[in-house]
């Protein structure tokens, strides 16, 4: 399934920063409009629409949630992705291409939830890929810090602890062995085996060097294309090299270029499997002068058909 420009691109903004340890990812969304990023997609011939920032249920809306382990902030976790669950399952079935704007990683555990469960009426499986320095599998039992945005993932693919989250919101789960995490380079000793225990294909940086983003992303992406899938793509900041993209609160050095940033998304976009987006944990307040929201927007441009040829010289200066 190829995205066609006829398809509207609606805009989410989904302010949760619930789901870290440190305040400012509620800002991300706001500081990914002043980056110009409708404008942008619309400049490349798309049909954009801004739906404004999600609302969150009312604390009372959520009954006191009882999660083994560590799980901080979980009620006001789960206040922003359950209604999220729902409008992402609209959006996606109302047969536009959703981009969710965050907000910290937590809000995928909503977001994909929904658009998985429009793809699996439509008897189409869906893929996820992770781009992220983290692989975010933990669960309460194995986090070091108890922050649910480095459990979205586990969360998606149905690590039972977590299920209190979505509470009775129907929501589908993603088979591991349909994720891939891109670019980690901080994986946690208890996520790791968690990881290879439900067979999470991870691309680790040193794969990336070793091996190359255009084989690694060909090889998912074939998969993807054979089974008959769509692909979720989950866009971290943190996926960068800090250096490049510095607004974010869990920088790891070492992340990828600006040019194998732009590869992937140029392979996304040939590949033309990609159904919905997340672009997540952009902290405007530890940004340098809007760098990362630049950044980042030129990125999701790229996803959408921007040609290097296309693109504006800027400064950041």
Same mark, same amino acid.
């Given at each position: 399934m190829r995205a066609s420009r006829d398809q509207e691109i609606a805009l989410l903004g989904v302010p949760i920063e619930a789901g870290t340890g440190r305040r400012g990812a509620a800002m991300g969304p706001a500081a990914l409009r002043i980056a110009d990023l409708e404008g942008r997609l619309s400049a490349l011939g798309w049909s954009v629409r801004d739906l404004g920032?999600?609302?969150?249920?009312?604390?009372?809306?959520?009954?006191? +949630?009882?999660?083994?382990?560590? =799980?901080?902030? !979980?009620?006001?976790?789960?206040?922003?992705? $359950? /209604? *999220?669950?729902?409008?992402?399952?609209?959006?996606?079935?109302?047969?536009?291409?959703?981009?969710?704007?965050?907000?910290?990683?937590? +809000?995928?555990?909503?977001?994909? =939830?929904?658009? !998985?469960?429009?793809?699996?009426?439509?008897? $189409? /499986? *869906?893929?996820?890929?992770w781009l992220d320095a983290h692989a975010d599998f933990n669960t309460p039992d194995t986090s070091p810090s108890g922050n649910l945005h480095g459990m979205a993932l586990a969360s998606l693919a149905g690590e039972a602890e977590l299920a209190p989250l979505m509470g009775d919101q129907p929501a589908e789960t993603v088979a591991p062995g349909r994720m891939c995490v891109f670019g980690a380079r901080s994986i946690d000793p208890g996520e790791r085996a968690l990881l290879r225990a439900r067979g999470v294909q991870v691309c680790d940086m040193r794969r990336i060097d070793e091996e190359g983003v255009s084989l690694l992303m060909k090889q998912f992406l074939k998969q993807v294309r054979e089974e008959g899938g769509v692909l979720h793509v989950s866009l971290d900041v943190d996926f960068l090299d800090p250096d490049l993209a510095p607004g974010v609160g869990t920088t790891v050095p070492g992340g990828a270029t600006y040019r194998e940033a732009h590869l992937v998304m140029e392979l996304l976009e040939d590949a033309g499997l990609t159904v919905s987006l997340d672009v997540v944990e952009l902290n405007p307040f530890l940004d340098v002068r809007g760098q990362s929201a630049l950044v980042l927007a030129e990125l999701v441009a790229s996803l959408f058909g921007q040609d290097v040829m296309d693109r504006p010289t800027q400064a950041f200066a």
């Amino acid at each position: 399934m190829r995205a066609s420009r006829d398809q509207e691109i609606a805009l989410l903004g989904v302010p949760i920063e619930a789901g870290t340890g440190r305040r400012g990812a509620a800002m991300g969304p706001a500081a990914l409009r002043i980056a110009d990023l409708e404008g942008r997609l619309s400049a490349l011939g798309w049909s954009v629409r801004d739906l404004g920032d999600l609302a969150p249920l009312a604390p009372a809306a959520v009954a006191p +949630l009882t999660l083994r382990g560590t =799980a901080r902030e !979980a009620e006001a976790v789960a206040g922003w992705i $359950r /209604p *999220l669950a729902a409008r992402a399952y609209e959006l996606s079935r109302s047969g536009c291409l959703p981009v969710f704007l965050g907000g910290d990683h937590a +809000l995928s555990m909503g977001s994909v =939830a929904g658009v !998985a469960r429009h793809w699996q009426e439509q008897g $189409r /499986p *869906l893929f996820v890929l992770w781009l992220d320095a983290h692989a975010d599998f933990n669960t309460p039992d194995t986090s070091p810090s108890g922050n649910l945005h480095g459990m979205a993932l586990a969360s998606l693919a149905g690590e039972a602890e977590l299920a209190p989250l979505m509470g009775d919101q129907p929501a589908e789960t993603v088979a591991p062995g349909r994720m891939c995490v891109f670019g980690a380079r901080s994986i946690d000793p208890g996520e790791r085996a968690l990881l290879r225990a439900r067979g999470v294909q991870v691309c680790d940086m040193r794969r990336i060097d070793e091996e190359g983003v255009s084989l690694l992303m060909k090889q998912f992406l074939k998969q993807v294309r054979e089974e008959g899938g769509v692909l979720h793509v989950s866009l971290d900041v943190d996926f960068l090299d800090p250096d490049l993209a510095p607004g974010v609160g869990t920088t790891v050095p070492g992340g990828a270029t600006y040019r194998e940033a732009h590869l992937v998304m140029e392979l996304l976009e040939d590949a033309g499997l990609t159904v919905s987006l997340d672009v997540v944990e952009l902290n405007p307040f530890l940004d340098v002068r809007g760098q990362s929201a630049l950044v980042l927007a030129e990125l999701v441009a790229s996803l959408f058909g921007q040609d290097v040829m296309d693109r504006p010289t800027q400064a950041f200066a």
